[in-house]
C-alpha cells in the first residue's frame, strides 16, 4: 500500500507555468504517473515515469511538460510550460502497484487569464 500527495495546483495565466509535486509514502520501484481530468472529461495520462527515468507523454503534450522523479526522496514532479486554458483539470498522481491502482488526492491547475 502506499500513500499519495500532491501539491503546487493553482491559478496561472495562459502562457504561464507550474510545478506539480507528489509525494509517497515510501520507496517505489514501478513507474509513476501524473494522469488529468478535465470538467465532463475521462481522466487522462499526461506522463510516466520509470525507476530508471524512462518517460513517456500525451503526443498532445509533448515539449511543454516535463516529467522527473527523485527516488531519494521518493517523489515525482510535473513541470508545466507554456500552459493553455485547456490544461485546465484536476491532475492526479498514480502509482499502479501489485495490481491496484492508487492515487493522489489532486490537485486543481487552472489556467485562465
Known amino acids: 500500500q502506499v500513500q499519495l500527495v500532491e501539491s503546487g495546483g493553482g491559478l496561472v495565466q495562459p502562457g504561464g507555468s507550474l510545478r506539480l509535486s507528489c509525494a509517497a509514502s515510501?520507496?517505489?520501484?514501478?513507474?509513476m504517473s501524473w494522469y488529468r481530468q478535465a470538467p465532463g472529461k475521462q481522466r487522462e495520462l499526461v506522463a510516466r515515469?520509470?525507476?530508471?527515468?524512462?518517460?513517456n507523454y500525451a503526443d498532445s503534450l509533448k515539449g511543454r511538460f516535463t516529467i522527473s522523479r527523485d527516488n531519494a526522496k521518493n517523489t515525482v514532479s510535473l513541470q508545466m510550460n507554456s500552459l493553455k486554458p485547456e490544461d485546465t483539470a484536476v491532475y492526479y498522481c498514480?502509482?499502479?502497484?501489485?495490481?491496484?491502482?492508487?492515487w493522489g488526492q489532486g490537485t486543481q491547475v487552472t489556467v485562465s487569464s
Open positions: 515510501r520507496f517505489i520501484i514501478d513507474p
Open positions: 515515469i520509470t525507476l530508471a527515468g524512462s518517460t
Open positions: 498514480n502509482v499502479f502497484l501489485a495490481g491496484m491502482n492508487y
